[in-house]
């Protein structure tokens, strides 16, 4: 996807993965729009699940982006929910969800219709946190390349640390000075070894609300982009909740529509040179991550 504007030697260009539908396809667009040329990543369908958690297909990405000599923005964007639903007819749940007027209600009635079993799980982690990590090690000399390397993490209101139950935990994921990305990689393995032994809310992971995975994978995910956003200092690394969007997401019941749900990310994708970084926003507003 092109834009319209710009010299060939000062274009900015960009990369959005699960740029193909939702907010993702939103933030191509207008990117696009504003004379950035991007390079929108799709999975496979083939390939099934492996795409961005796949670490030849990212490094396939990164043959691809080696023709530009840089890389100015990355959307970190493609992003599963961990759970499998059984909603019946999915018209007629889209309408009972859309009679609603509040958002718990909407909330809780997607709970009781979706499960979560530990094979979701294990993707949802794969590709949120693992496959974050994998495409931006690909980019990262790319980016670095740049004048001004921006990264954006699309996150979740679910990724706040509020949701863990255990103090130790939550401590520990908040602490960036003494995070590694070795210790996330084994917190990782963790969650996913106390989801199978049924000890998600002994060692005090998220556990109960439902969206169990998606609240550890976006967890580590923004501690990720923390650690890597100190370790980069010239480059602008921050994570941002879109709201509640309108998307196949959430059965297309959200309250936003999705370019309310862009215009976090887009803030930070064309933001000015020597902007914030190691930062959460809460739509455009900067927030904490607990
Ligand atoms: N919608 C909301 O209310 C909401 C709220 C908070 C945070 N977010 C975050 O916002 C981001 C965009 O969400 P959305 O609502 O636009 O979701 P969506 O409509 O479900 O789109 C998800 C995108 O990710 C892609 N994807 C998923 N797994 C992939 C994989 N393994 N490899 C490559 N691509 C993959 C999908 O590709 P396919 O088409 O191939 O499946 C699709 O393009 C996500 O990070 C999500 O967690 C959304």
Sequence with gaps: MEGSTGNQSEKVVAVVTGGNRGIGLEICKQLASNGITVVLTARDEKRGAEAVSDPSSASRLADFIEKFGKLDILVNNAAITGTTSNVGDLETFRQELAGMDDLMERIETINKHITEPYEEAEKCLKTNYHGIKAVTKA????????????????????????????????????????????????????????????????????????????????????????ILAKEHPSLCINCVHPGYVETDMNFQVGHLTVEEGARGALMMAMAPKEGITGAFLNLTEVAPFV
């Design 139 to 226: 980019l990262l000399p790319f980016l670095q390349s740049s004048s001004h390397g921006r990264i954006v993490n699309m996150s979740s209101y679910y990724g706040l640390l509020r949701f863990y139950s255990g103090d130790q935990l939550k401590e520990e994921l908040n602490n960036v000075d003494s995070l590694s990305e070795q210790r996330l990689d084994e917190l990782s393995e963790l969650f996913l070894k106390d989801f199978k032994d049924g000890q998600l809310k002994a060692r005090g992971w998220p556990a109960e609300g439902g969206f169990i995975a998606y609240k550890a994978s976006k967890a580590l995910a923004n501690a990720y982009s923390r």
